[in-house]
Protein backbone atom coordinates (compact mmCIF):
# COMPACT_ATOMS: atom_id res chain seq x y z
CA UNK A 1 0.00 0.00 0.00
CA UNK A 2 1.60 3.24 -0.96
CA UNK A 3 1.72 6.12 1.58
CA UNK A 4 0.67 3.88 4.54
CA UNK A 5 2.87 3.75 7.42
CA UNK A 6 2.98 0.12 8.73
CA UNK A 7 4.75 -0.44 12.18
CA UNK A 8 7.21 -2.28 12.95
CA UNK A 9 6.40 -4.73 15.75
CA UNK A 10 10.08 -4.20 17.39
CA UNK A 11 9.24 -0.21 17.15
CA UNK A 12 5.86 -0.58 18.70
CA UNK A 13 7.16 -2.38 21.98
CA UNK A 14 9.75 0.57 22.01
CA UNK A 15 6.77 2.76 22.41
CA UNK A 16 5.01 1.43 24.82
CA UNK A 17 7.51 0.36 26.87
CA UNK A 18 8.48 4.37 26.87
CA UNK A 19 4.91 5.19 27.89
CA UNK A 20 4.51 2.50 30.56
CA UNK A 21 7.89 3.66 31.83
CA UNK A 22 6.38 7.32 32.05
CA UNK A 23 2.80 6.03 33.41
CA UNK A 24 4.85 4.04 35.72
CA UNK A 25 6.74 7.25 37.15
CA UNK A 26 4.34 9.45 37.60
CA UNK A 27 2.28 7.15 39.41
CA UNK A 28 5.35 6.95 42.17
CA UNK A 29 5.13 10.43 42.33
CA UNK A 30 1.29 10.52 42.76
CA UNK A 31 0.57 9.71 46.84
CA UNK A 32 3.31 12.84 46.87
CA UNK A 33 1.43 14.71 44.50
CA UNK A 34 -1.93 14.17 46.11
CA UNK A 35 -0.97 14.88 49.44
CA UNK A 36 0.70 18.48 48.62
CA UNK A 37 -2.75 19.32 46.88
CA UNK A 38 -4.89 18.20 49.58
CA UNK A 39 -2.25 19.90 52.14
CA UNK A 40 -3.51 22.84 50.32
CA UNK A 41 -6.90 22.03 51.33
CA UNK A 42 -6.87 22.78 55.14
CA UNK A 43 -8.45 25.63 57.09
CA UNK A 44 -5.78 28.08 58.20
CA UNK A 45 -1.54 28.89 57.10
CA UNK A 46 -0.57 25.89 55.09
CA UNK A 47 3.06 25.21 55.81
CA UNK A 48 5.82 26.74 53.54
CA UNK A 49 7.10 23.03 52.74
CA UNK A 50 4.14 22.42 50.76
CA UNK A 51 5.10 25.13 48.69
CA UNK A 52 8.61 23.10 47.99
CA UNK A 53 6.65 19.66 47.98
CA UNK A 54 4.30 21.22 45.37
CA UNK A 55 7.51 22.87 43.14
CA UNK A 56 9.29 19.19 43.11
CA UNK A 57 6.13 17.87 42.33
CA UNK A 58 6.00 20.34 39.02
CA UNK A 59 8.82 20.00 37.77
CA UNK A 60 8.70 16.23 38.09
CA UNK A 61 5.46 16.21 36.05
CA UNK A 62 6.44 18.59 33.70
CA UNK A 63 9.27 16.29 32.81
CA UNK A 64 7.32 13.45 32.26
CA UNK A 65 4.69 15.39 29.95
CA UNK A 66 7.62 16.60 28.03
CA UNK A 67 8.88 13.16 27.78
CA UNK A 68 5.45 11.69 27.08
CA UNK A 69 5.31 14.59 23.82
CA UNK A 70 8.66 13.36 22.39
CA UNK A 71 7.10 9.52 22.01
CA UNK A 72 6.38 8.90 18.17
CA UNK A 73 3.02 7.48 17.87
CA UNK A 74 2.71 7.59 14.13
CA UNK A 75 3.03 3.58 14.40
CA UNK A 76 -0.33 3.07 15.71
CA UNK A 77 -3.93 5.05 16.46
CA UNK A 78 -4.32 2.96 19.39
CA UNK A 79 -0.73 4.01 20.69
CA UNK A 80 -1.42 7.62 19.92
CA UNK A 81 -4.82 7.66 21.72
CA UNK A 82 -2.87 6.10 24.87
CA UNK A 83 -0.50 8.52 24.76
CA UNK A 84 -2.66 11.54 24.88
CA UNK A 85 -4.91 9.63 27.61
CA UNK A 86 -1.09 10.24 29.11
CA UNK A 87 -0.87 13.55 28.30
CA UNK A 88 -4.13 14.61 29.31
CA UNK A 89 -3.75 13.16 32.78
CA UNK A 90 0.14 14.63 33.79
CA UNK A 91 -1.42 17.86 32.30
CA UNK A 92 -4.10 17.56 34.64
CA UNK A 93 -1.53 16.84 37.34
CA UNK A 94 0.76 19.87 36.60
CA UNK A 95 -2.90 22.02 36.70
CA UNK A 96 -3.82 20.34 40.14
CA UNK A 97 -0.33 21.47 41.78
CA UNK A 98 0.17 24.78 40.12
CA UNK A 99 -4.04 25.78 40.83
CA UNK A 100 -3.21 24.55 44.56
CA UNK A 101 -0.38 26.36 44.77
CA UNK A 102 -1.33 29.69 43.60
CA UNK A 103 -5.00 29.81 45.54
CA UNK A 104 -3.20 29.25 48.52
CA UNK A 105 0.62 30.60 48.07
CA UNK A 106 -1.10 34.00 46.21
CA UNK A 107 -1.81 36.11 49.24
CA UNK A 108 -5.30 36.79 47.72
CA UNK A 109 -7.53 35.83 50.16
CA UNK A 110 -10.85 35.99 48.33
CA UNK A 111 -14.60 34.53 50.25
CA UNK A 112 -14.63 32.29 46.95
CA UNK A 113 -11.28 30.69 47.52
CA UNK A 114 -12.71 28.80 50.89
CA UNK A 115 -15.01 26.63 48.50
CA UNK A 116 -11.93 25.79 45.92
CA UNK A 117 -9.87 25.05 49.10
CA UNK A 118 -12.26 22.48 50.66
CA UNK A 119 -12.25 20.88 46.60
CA UNK A 120 -8.77 20.90 47.27
CA UNK A 121 -8.86 18.21 50.27
CA UNK A 122 -9.92 16.24 48.02
CA UNK A 123 -7.00 15.42 46.07
CA UNK A 124 -6.85 14.65 42.97
CA UNK A 125 -9.82 12.92 42.90
CA UNK A 126 -10.66 10.23 40.55
CA UNK A 127 -8.15 11.14 37.62
CA UNK A 128 -5.46 9.57 40.44
CA UNK A 129 -7.48 6.17 39.47
CA UNK A 130 -7.46 7.04 35.18
CA UNK A 131 -3.82 6.92 35.54
CA UNK A 132 -3.29 3.21 37.32
CA UNK A 133 -5.94 1.77 34.30
CA UNK A 134 -3.94 3.76 31.69
CA UNK A 135 -0.65 2.30 33.01
CA UNK A 136 -2.48 -1.31 33.36
CA UNK A 137 -3.37 -1.16 29.67
CA UNK A 138 -0.14 -0.10 28.60
CA UNK A 139 0.76 -3.65 30.69
CA UNK A 140 -1.48 -5.60 29.01
CA UNK A 141 -0.57 -3.40 25.55
CA UNK A 142 3.28 -5.03 26.01
CA UNK A 143 2.17 -8.37 26.93
CA UNK A 144 0.06 -8.74 23.91
Not at 74 to 81: K, N, P, T, V
Request: contains cysteine; proline residues 1%.
Amino acid sequence: MVGVVRASAAGHVVMVRRLYAIAEQALAMQAEADGAIRACGIVGIVPSDVAVRLGVMLRGYGRLHYEAESVETALGSELADMRRDLLELLSYHLHMLRDAGDLVFSGRDVPRNGRFRLELAEGLGTRAEDLTRLRERLFWELCD
